[in-house]
């Protein structure tokens, strides 16, 4: 590029990607005649005057010699050679006029250009930095807190695997503004509970999704969990679910949820009382219904209370009233009303986004990531901006009648049936047997034809196949049963597999039959075989990370030699259970007649 224009400055250099960035950089070349009017090749006009005599000086041309005056050397020269040069002048002006308005043109472009540069760039560079800024505002923490062991779903014919994300409301009351919200300041400083434990499950062909709750007095098994802000190791305990977070932040509560479902989580997100009421009213609030008028207030026997106050009928509740709505318990007659209040909430928002296109409208979406990414604290795999709008992606065209959300089958804890619960393992064990073979809790899928199996090749004869039989009857706090493995193997034998041979005990919830992964379609027969022989299930039947045929004898069948049928009434997971489905508007929450008014 030549010389610029403006008097002072040094040239400029090209354009970096000028054409990437959509203008032509041969717009901003001087004239390329190499006139005094372009200057190209030379210094511009005083330049080309001192240089040869001949030129432009304050708009006058002509000869070197007349050029300097005539009455200074007495020399008159011809008429008609004035006029010549008089008429030379004057085409010499108009020519120069051409050349100033082609140059002002192409200074007008040049600075247009520079201008736009700045702007594109400047503006992606305040892109950037604000894609900065709301990464910075993420909290992060470890996925595990060292007890995970479950496995990871294998993918579909189509590589998708399914996304299971734990949803965890915190009562840390350690800032003044959730001290303010929740009450209680005797306990800042404390623990947090999660007082909210939701497992979301959508399916790897993101056609459904499944929400789960746990109450938080359930007792279970909470596994050995580090403890990194304390910088101490928790032991193993049968305790309350929601005391799980205070033994190993997040992560502890996530091991939990795998040690009890089998399911592999692939993230966590983690909210407090300020994030909630935060995020209610980026989103915009929720539609709740109550059928009769509701004040969730302290009572002698309950000194505890939300401070709901609602007439009967519907609301939108935002903000504090939406922190209200879901920590209600005591109105909603127990910890399991409340869970069913909160996926009434939940579907709520997100038929309401849906039903706005917040997922397409770029301003409300940065408005509410701005929000969400101060309110959450989420495990560090997820912790990105990026990572987060694509869930969001993932989960928007999931249609509302494909939601459905339902409290874990429960019974009261034999150890505090008037406060605590347990897992009602005949029904809770089948439920996490859908949700990790990737079934939807609907029975929609059921109306369509089934694909005819696939034809494998025929399972090898019973006595060539080695069977390894894992004893893992000791779950739930139960001791495992003793020479369980050795009578199955024994059962096995007297069906043909002599090969058959007791291993490790290792604890498992539910009975399978695994073959290795890279064994293909021989080893699912192969599996198939030893599945029919006991009386198994089909889905028992999955492919592992064994060395060979693998019968884990599970917690479900600590007796017999053949697995036990199944009663599908008690076994039943939706039977009932809470469920709510994501496109019904009229769901409405029964009062407990002491929280009327």
């Not at 928002?349 to 397409?360: E, G, S």
């Not at 198939?528 to 060979?548: I, N, W």
Request: glycine share 12%; hydrophobic share 35%; net charge neutral.
């Amino acid at each position: 590029m030549g010389r610029n224009s403006v008097r002072g400055e040094g040239p400029h250099g090209r354009v970096e990607r000028a054409g990437e960035l959509g203008w032509d950089e041969s717009l901003y070349e001087d004239d390329a005649s190499g006139s005094a009017a372009g200057g190209r090749g030379s210094g511009g006009p005083r330049e080309a005057a001192a240089s040869d005599g001949s030129g432009t000086s304050g708009g006058a041309t002509g000869s070197g010699d007349a050029g300097r005056g005539d009455a200074g050397s007495g020399d008159t020269g011809s008429a008609g050679a004035g006029s010549g040069d008089a008429a030379a002048g004057s085409g010499h002006r108009r020519g120069g006029s051409r050349r100033r308005e082609k140059k002002r043109k192409h200074r007008i472009l040049k600075w247009t250009a520079i201008a736009l540069a700045v702007l594109i760039f400047g503006t992606a560079g305040a892109g950037y930095l604000y894609y900065q800024h709301l990464n910075a505002n993420i909290r992060k923490g470890d996925r595990s807190a060292g007890g995970s062991d479950a496995k990871k779903a294998a993918p579909n014919a189509q590589g998708q695997t399914p996304l299971n994300i734990l949803l965890i409301g915190s009562d840390s009351r350690n800032s003044d503004e959730n001290v303010a919200l929740g009450g209680a300041k005797k306990d800042r400083g404390g623990d947090p509970h999660a007082d909210v434990q939701m497992l979301l499950h959508v399916s790897a062909d993101r056609k459904n999704a499944s929400v789960v709750s746990i109450p938080r007095d359930t007792r279970v098994d909470v596994p050995e969990c580090k403890d990194t802000e304390k910088n101490k190791v928790n032991p193993p305990t049968n305790a309350i679910i929601n005391e799980a977070l205070g033994r190993g932040g997040a992560g502890c509560v996530l091991d939990t949820w795998e040690k009890l479902t089998g399911i592999y989580i692939d993230h966590w997100m983690m909210v407090d009382f300020a994030g909630v009421v935060a995020i209610s009213d980026a989103v915009g609030g929720a539609d709740v219904c109550v059928k009769q008028n509701i004040d969730d207030h302290p009572t002698r026997a309950q000194p505890g209370g939300s401070h709901l106050h609602l007439s009967a009928g519907t609301h939108n509740v935002k903000g504090e009233q939406a922190l209200q709505w879901l920590r209600t318990r005591h109105a909603f007659g127990s910890d399991i009303g409340r869970s069913q209040a909160q996926h009434m909430y939940m579907n709520s928002v997100i038929r309401n986004l849906k039903d706005q296109d917040a997922f397409t409208d770029t301003g409300r979406l940065m408005d509410i990531a701005e929000t969400a990414t101060k309110s959450l604290k989420v495990s560090a795999e997820l912790g990105t901006v990026k990572k987060l709008f694509d869930l969001g992606m993932e989960l928007k065209d999931i249609p509302m009648d494909r939601i459905n959300m339902l409290t874990m089958p429960r019974l009261p804890d034999p150890k505090d049936p008037d406060a605590h619960v347990i897992p009602d393992k005949a029904k809770a064990d089948p439920l996490w047997a859908m949700l990790r073979d990737d079934k939807p809790l609907d029975s929609k899928d059921d109306a369509k034809p089934a694909a005819p199996p696939a034809k494998g090749p025929a399972a090898a004869s019973p006595g060539s196949l080695a069977v390894n039989v894992v004893n893992g009857t000791g779950t739930d706090g139960r001791v495992a049963v003793k020479g369980r493995a050795t009578e199955v193997v024994n059962a096995l034998k007297a069906k043909g597999f002599t090969k058959a041979a007791t291993g490790s005990s290792a604890p498992a919830p539910t009975s399978e039959v695994d073959y290795p992964k890279g064994a293909g379609a021989q080893g699912k027969s192969d599996a198939e075989s030893v599945a029919t022989a006991l009386g198994l299930p089909a889905s028992a039947v999955k492919a592992a990370d064994v060395k060979g045929l693998t019968l884990v004898v599970g917690g479900d069948w600590r007796t017999g030699a053949s697995y036990p049928k199944q009663d599908p009434k008690a076994t039943d997971p939706l039977k009932d259970t809470e469920t709510v489905n994501g496109a019904d508007k009229g769901a409405c929450m029964e009062v407990y007649a002491p929280y009327r008014f």
